[in-house]
């Protein structure tokens, strides 16, 4: 059943803001009562490059740049109340981004109100204030070319008469709302906002007028948002700033103290494995003049989510959300992957699960064979996958390359599983129980990693045995330092 279509008439919004505007946070400012949230905002010709992923692990839907940036990700309980905001000068990209998104958001705006050169320089943001012509074609473009609501935001031009003729130039393009921010391209966020421009514009038009700008003096707490609104005669309140600082200020309950919404936003950013960089970076917004403080410093200092989490004394909880991700990447992978050797390019691959006792490895045992082949040493090539921060490695053994086809969540294991490939590919022992000796490893080595209480793990672990499939997909030859795996 289709979605019904966002309304943008009398809500509360949190605004487009760059680096703040992450799932994290609007999904916390969701939790707290806004109606409407917009991402951050994201340039076209970034966007266009992207490829829509589905992310069973996270369950989310992810854009992901060619380096493997994700660049965009939204999931099923935002999906009838964000609007993606983009950056644009371009009517056919504009469009093509807008496609690309179309399924996954409620709405798609424009922003034309960015100041910053590296917005204006490409002809986007506010430079777009001066050529209403081109902010036409967009949007016309993208209100004929898309199913869901386009909207705007803009800031205000040098004389009222100005503005109320650009707004209502952008009304006839069908658009479903426009955000006004009430200062002039030229002012900066410490200047007073000009309420009368927006009542101006508001009552010019019947499409909503989103009014913003308010947080600096106007809009503390929720109560202020419906002075904001009466202020400025718009229909609709968007807030950037307040919301940064303390998200509850959508909340009518009154404003929470900033402990608990800094809490809550940091389980977002667990839940969801946002960037190190970005949640640090939003928490310290918050923090703002206590970023100096014992916590401030701590969150300063950390480098991963890990280290945040200790500062917030939330390691439990980030403990048990890794342990459950890794458990969903695990079923996911088990249930699509058969255990059995495949050709990619000239890589073999199978699908690996963690199976194997942690103190005699597959990577020795290759290593040991490999001395006894005489061949050189194995090479191990990993990567990372950042849309999960999981790992797949690629070990070369004379001349010929092996990986396992599932993502581990450390280098450690994806080196481990490579090697595991490449034993069982060549039908060497890796150190299984009932497998034979295969004097790889010398019993000294053997008996004193593995006794007692290590030896009784190794026995409860459910070991896999060598797949059928290694000799029936594969041909393999063993002969000496002489071996081939190809498909048949
Ligand atoms: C912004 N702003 C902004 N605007 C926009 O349309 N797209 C964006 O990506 C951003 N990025 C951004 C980042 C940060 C950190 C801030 C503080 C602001 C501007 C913002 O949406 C808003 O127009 C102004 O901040 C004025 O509103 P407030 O803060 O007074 O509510």
Request: with cysteine; net charge positive; aromatic share 6%.
């Amino acid at each position: 059943m289709a979605s019904p279509r966002l309304s943008f008439r009398n809500i509360t919004a949190l605004a487009p803001m760059v680096r703040v505007g992450t799932l994290p946070m609007r999904l916390l400012a969701l939790d707290y009562g806004a109606d409407v949230v917009y991402c951050e905002e994201l340039i076209d010709l970034k966007m266009v490059q992207c490829q829509r992923v589905v992310n069973t692990v996270l369950q989310t839907v992810d854009f992901v740049a060619p380096d493997d940036r994700v660049m965009f990700r939204t999931c099923e309980r935002e999906k009838d109340r964000v609007v993606f905001q983009m950056g644009t000068a371009d009517p056919d990209r504009a469009l093509a981004v807008a496609r690309l998104v179309e399924k996954d958001v409620a709405a798609v705006d424009v922003n034309m109100g960015c100041p910053k050169e590296y917005s204006t320089k490409g002809g986007m943001g506010a430079a777009l204030l001066s050529d209403p012509d081109k902010i036409e074609a967009i949007l016309k473009k993208l209100v004929a070319g898309v199913s869901i609501p386009v909207t705007c935001k803009i800031r205000i031009l040098p004389s009222l008469q100005e503005t109320v003729d650009l707004v209502q130039r952008i009304e006839r393009t069908g658009v479903a709302a426009v955000a006004v921010h009430g200062r002039f391209k030229e002012e900066r966020p410490r200047h007073p906002v000009h309420c009368d421009y927006i009542q101006a514009v508001a009552q010019a038009v019947s499409v909503p007028v989103i009014a913003n700008g308010g947080s600096l003096d106007l809009v503390k707490t929720n109560a202020d948002v419906a002075e904001f609104k009466r202020a400025s005669g718009a229909s609709s309140v968007m807030l950037a700033r307040a919301a940064m600082w303390n998200a509850s200020v959508f909340s009518s309950q009154g404003p929470l103290p900033l402990e608990k919404v800094m809490e809550d936003y940091l389980k977002y950013a667990i839940r969801y494995d946002n960037n190190a960089f970005n949640t640090k970076y939003c928490l310290c917004q918050m923090l703002r003049d206590k970023v100096e403080s014992p916590l401030g410093k701590q969150v300063q200092a950390a480098q991963t989510n890990t280290e945040i989490s200790k500062a917030y004394g939330l390691q439990t909880f980030y403990q048990h959300t890794q342990e459950e991700l890794q458990a969903r990447r695990d079923t996911s992978q088990t249930s699509s992957q058969p255990e059995r050797p495949v050709m990619d390019g000239d890589v073999t691959t199978m699908a690996i699960r963690r199976e194997y006792p942690p103190q005699i490895t597959p990577k020795m045992f290759l290593l040991e064979w490999s001395r006894k082949e005489k061949l050189e040493q194995p090479h191990y090539d990993t990567v990372e996958r950042s849309q999960d921060r999981s790992f797949q490695s690629t070990v070369t053994v004379a001349e010929k390359k092996y990986r396992s086809s599932l993502w581990e969540k450390s280098k450690k294991f994806a080196e481990q599983a490579s090697a595991i490939v490449c034993l069982r590919t060549l039908g060497i022992p890796e150190g299984r129980i009932g497998e034979e000796d295969s004097g790889l490893v010398s019993k000294r080595k053997r008996e004193g990693k593995i006794n007692g209480s290590a030896e009784e793990k190794r026995k409860k672990l459910h070991v896999a045995s060598i797949p059928e499939t290694v000799s029936s997909g594969v041909a393999v030859e063993t002969n000496g330092d002489h071996h081939r795996a190809e498909q048949p």
